[in-house]
């Protein structure tokens, strides 16, 4: 890997390291991480090493998606609703 061939005075460097080197494209990685995730940050590494070590699931790095279902203002309106699942 890049970063055992490398010394790193600290976990902050290495991360601010990486994020440059990634979004400089200089890293041995498919075309399509490249075209998935195009810039990474520091603060998008640090977020994501911060759940991935919290949570219990590898999923939670995926985001919460769909947490608000039916929670909108459709939804809430009853007659609106009925409405639209009649059509």
Request: charged content about 25%; proline content about 2%; aromatic content about 12%.
């Amino acid at each position: 890997m890049w970063c055992e061939s490398s010394s790193f005075s600290s976990a902050v460097v290495r991360a601010l390291v990486f994020a440059k080197v990634y979004n400089q494209q200089q890293l041995d990685f498919p075309d399509w991480v490249y075209h998935s995730i195009p810039h990474i940050s520091y603060s998008s590494l640090k977020r994501k090493h911060k759940l991935r070590q919290t949570s219990e699931r590898i999923n939670a790095l995926g985001g919460n998606y769909g947490n608000r279902k039916s929670k909108g203002r459709i939804d809430a309106n009853q007659l609106y609703s009925k409405r639209l699942k009649l059509v």
